[in-house]
């Protein structure tokens, strides 16, 4: 049984996302005083989740997806936010590998291995639930950042590199109906190859 003090620890270093903003609308002008925040993405993050979980009625494990969009961005309680430009010049698979180790770390001292096992299982991007997840992270920012770009801020690249993201995690999608879905939400069409 998992005790109060053990699972404390856990929850502190998740608190502390509430006040981290988001590097990368930071890097783009946005204040700090209207920048999302992690903890604000994590929560989008899950309603996108609830919202293709009362949709879809998929054979996904609802709670599997839940609990991975929860944890998705924890390890960024003791790196801070990791923004994309950073993470491509150090390589994501170091950023993955560092961030695995913490929350394997984490999830250890707090005796719930099991959230360790779930965010190696996000990171690794093999099973539906962990794609689907993926993509509901992208199309959080594609959001958010179209609302930026409609106050003014130049957020194109991220709006681009989202899409381009989000287009190539819904092919890996089984489902016909949650591909749909997924394109609806996230204002992206199929596109054609040259």
Request: charged share 30%; glycine share 6%; proline share 3%.
């Amino acid at each position: 049984m998992v005790g109060y003090m053990e699972f404390a620890f856990l929850l502190e270093r998740a608190e502390v996302l509430k006040n981290f903003p988001r590097t990368g609308w930071l890097q783009r002008g946005i204040p700090i005083s209207e920048c999302e925040t992690v903890a604000e993405h994590t929560y989008e993050v899950m309603s996108i989740i609830i919202a293709i979980a009362m949709v879809m009625r998929t054979r996904l494990s609802n709670e599997k997806m839940l609990l991975m969009g929860a944890i998705h961005d924890w390890p960024e309680g003791i790196t801070s936010d990791i923004p994309r430009n950073y993470a491509d010049k150090i390589g994501r698979g170091l950023k993955g590998k560092i961030e695995l180790d913490i929350m394997s770390d984490l999830s250890s001292k707090a005796e719930v291995q099991y959230l360790g096992k779930l965010f190696e299982e996000y990171l690794a991007r093999e099973t539906q639930e962990s794609i689907v997840v993926k993509a509901a992270d992208v199309l959080a920012t594609l959001r958010v950042a179209r609302q930026y770009s409609k106050r003014g801020y130049d957020v194109a690249d991220l709006i681009d590199g989202c899409e381009r993201e989000l287009e190539e995690a819904i092919p890996r999608i089984n489902d016909k109906a949650l591909q749909l879905l997924l394109r609806s939400l996230g204002g992206v069409e199929k596109r054609q190859a040259p």
